[in-house]
């Protein structure tokens, strides 16, 4: 289940953040998305290490935290879009062949 989508300027600013959850989640949501710019960032800059090729803007999962798990993508333009969801029993390969990559294509669209 998605619990926060984000989209996030070139400059790390916050465009725009939606939460799913009751309003004492939304600072903590806020602050999971805020901590994974630093991964995005990471990847970016280091793509030997992280995993995806430069020219793949489908991030893949970030990371996970507590009860979450976190997904970036990053177009041409360096925006990103960060998405948080609940469902930590899927395989992260089946997430990023299928529903994950469409989603977040289709967010990127609707942007």
């Known amino acids: 289940m998605i619990v926060c989508v984000a989209v996030v300027g070139h400059q790390n600013n916050p465009l725009y953040i939606q939460s799913f959850t009751e309003a004492d ?17 990471e990847r970016v800059n280091n793509p030997k290490k992280s995993g995806p090729l430069l020219n793949e ?5 970030l990371y996970p935290i507590e009860n979450f798990k976190v997904y970036g ?3 041409n333009t360096k925006v990103k879009f960060i998405l948080v969801t609940t469902d930590l029993d899927v395989k992260d390969a ?6 994950m990559t469409a989603l977040m294509v289709t967010i990127s669209c609707l942007f």
């Open 94 to 99: 089946d997430v990023r062949n299928v529903s």
């Open 57 to 61: 803007t489908f991030l893949g999962l």
């Open 25 to 41: 989640d939304a600072l903590k949501l806020h602050h999971i998305v805020h901590c994974s710019l630093d991964v995005v960032d």
């Open 73 to 75: 993508y990053l177009t």
